[in-house]
């Protein structure tokens, strides 16, 4: 690297690196210019979705909890900025766990904007989430929409978002806050496409779908989602920004279930459903973001959902290592 580039190349910590997500921030962020810490101790994440980068000198990783403060602090040293994709992503654990997202979630971004203040970095990026609407009235729900709690971690991300707040306000860091729909695409390692991918390898002739199969909701192909991520992370102006970041589509369970066998090659699958207008307590029944916000930015996804699903499929297919280790 010349002496120029290496003037203006910048540091940054990237929490739950090794994840679904945050693996492909990793890899942008590489793309990009930036030196990276991938801070995560893989309780979810893959050493192997880091593994296209082995070898690159730009690229650190350090295996630490994000509970851990004097460890994560001590790896934040010197980033320019952070993108926080570390938490617990299960959305359905909290009324039989009701501690975890309190933990991982709030604490955890506690520990992280610690880590800003104490080092002087400016810049935070954040993974929040479209469930912290609840169950929104307006739809497609913009981002100025009324939050109404039904699970813990929508409650747990809310808070993270007001302490970004704070945070912003009190020391001058610039933040970006992004509420997602669900993703899918590479390294798509939980969720419902993984849940019916893997009940239909174990039992082609049928497959359970919680709920009663009506749910409507949005996804979001990790490429474009990225790009929106590093649009705003461009562009924005301001000293906090919260964004929506979804499609303008969306589709019910149903048709998801479909797509997911069509891909799959599969004929004459039996659905079973297991009933209610929802699939777990706090699932919302429907999900659809107005993105006009991030659209003025110049982002629109350009992955129809359908495609984002049938690569997702594609994607679990050819990663049967990933089925087996869950
Ligand atoms: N995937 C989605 O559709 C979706 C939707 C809305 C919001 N989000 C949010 O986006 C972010 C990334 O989600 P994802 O789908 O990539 O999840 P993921 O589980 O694949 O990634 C989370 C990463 O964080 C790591 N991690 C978790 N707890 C840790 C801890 N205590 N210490 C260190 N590392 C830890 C995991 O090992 C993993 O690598 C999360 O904040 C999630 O809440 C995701």
Redesign the pocket.
Known sequence: MSAAAKRISRKALV????????SHVVSRLLRDGWSVVV???????RRRFLAPHAGDPRLSVVA????DARRLHAAMAGADAVFH?????DVRGGPKNTRVDLD??TI?TWNVLEGLRRRGIGRLVF?????VYGEPDVFPTPEGAVTTQTSLYGAS?LACEAMIQAYSSYYGIRAEVFR????IGENY???VIYDFFKKLKKDPRRLEILGDGRQRKSYLYVGDGVDGIFTAFRKAGGRMNTFNLGHRDFLDVRELARIVVDEMGLRGVRFEFAGGRRGWPGDAPFVHLDVSKMRALGWTPRTSIEEGVRRTVRFLAASPWLLRRA
């Not at 801070?39 to 994440?45: A, E, Q, V």
């Not at 630490?64 to 509970?67: E, F, I, M, S, V």
């Not at 997602?180 to 993703?183: C, D, E, G, L």
Request: proline share 0%.
């Open positions: 929490t739950g690196g090794a994840g679904f997500i945050g801070y995560d101790d893989f309780r979810t994440g630490g909890d994000a509970l994709l570390q938490a617990n992503a991982q979630n955890a993974s929040s989430s479209a469930v991300k997602f729909v669900s993703w390692s939980h969720g």
